[in-house]
């Protein structure tokens, strides 16, 4: 189902990949031990909302909800996003919706998310699913540079969808995860491409019942690893409707999760559940449930 070896993804100059939107978020902490946004640059289509407390395990975490003016994502849009937390600052990033990525006859899309972590912070990117429209054609990269000190949760997930029903897939989606420490050395690669025919049958006769593909990841050096896996795996709801694995990340740096789900509901409640789970095992304390 997932390419890894043959491109699907045309070769680009580094031109084409120059960023024409932008935003940066930096959080430091106050005196009261309160994270706050010390400083914020964004320019169209993105839209920052102000920070809320909303946790009440963690009363001094901001928590950032991320919109977008423009209703999607389109051809020829180069999206960067910067997310820095200095030593002890706590935050939980997401969106209020999910992110359209519309139909591109030519071109593509590129987006970049560079989450920067300093010792002791705690950062939390969770965004929900990105849905690919037909014909879509996107390049994704997610890097991590932190601190050892550093805990990181991530949610990266994609939903295939033809709002017309016409059963058309997506073009391609190219995707990378980076986890990197302050000095640049590489700890985590996981690198994936995908055409929409490939996700749309599951290279197999009998096709493909699952419409979301995710990756959920801990990172961090000071879990216990074996005993999050186990909590993680009891995450998994009975029946079909969440195919998941786990594993343990290479060079100590935490676990992840890869999972597909028959539908939105299904990945947002199995999600859910595997966030509690690594929450309580990094603070001790689940979640308090954010609005959307």
């Not at 580094?14 to 400083?39: C, T």
């Not at 950062?123 to 994704?140: D, G, H, N, Q, V």
């Not at 299904?266 to 609005?291: C, N």
Request: proline letters at 4%.
């Amino acid at each position: 189902m997932l390419n890894t070896a043959d491109s699907v993804v045309p070769d680009v100059g580094k031109s084409k990949l120059l960023s024409d939107s932008r935003l940066e978020m930096s959080f430091k902490v106050d005196p009261e031990q309160r994270s706050y946004l010390s400083k914020q640059y964004f320019t169209y289509p993105f839209h920052v909302c102000r920070a809320q407390y909303m946790d009440k395990s963690l009363p001094g975490m901001a928590t950032m909800y991320l919109q977008s003016c423009s209703g999607g994502v389109f051809k020829g849009d180069r999206l960067s996003t910067v997310i820095e937390a200095s030593e002890g600052a706590q935050v939980h990033v997401t969106t209020q919706a999910s992110t359209i990525i519309h139909r591109m006859e030519d071109d593509f899309a590129n987006q970049t998310i560079d989450i920067k972590g300093a010792k002791g912070s705690f950062i939390e990117y969770m965004p929900e699913s990105t849905i690919l429209f037909p014909e879509a054609k996107l390049r994704s990269t997610i890097t991590i540079t932190r601190d050892s000190g550093c805990d990181v949760i991530v949610c990266d997930s994609f939903l295939a969808h033809d709002p017309e029903g016409t059963k058309k897939s997506f073009s391609w989606l190219k995707n990378e995860l980076i986890v990197q420490n302050l000095d640049g050395n590489t700890d985590v690669v996981d690198r994936f491409e995908a055409t929409g025919e490939q996700f749309r049958s599951g290279e197999s006769s009998g096709g493909n019942p699952y419409t979301v593909h995710g990756t959920f990841a801990v990172i961090s050096n000071r879990v216990k690893t074996e005993s999050l896996l186990e909590a993680l795996r009891t995450c998994l709801p009975p029946g079909d409707d969440v195919f998941s694995g786990s594993s343990s990340l290479p060079n100590k740096a935490g676990c992840w999760v890869r999972y597909l789900a028959v539908d939105g509901i299904a990945a947002d409640k199995y999600v859910q559940s595997l966030w509690f789970v690594a929450r309580e095992a990094l603070t001790g304390h689940p979640p308090s449930k954010r609005r959307k």
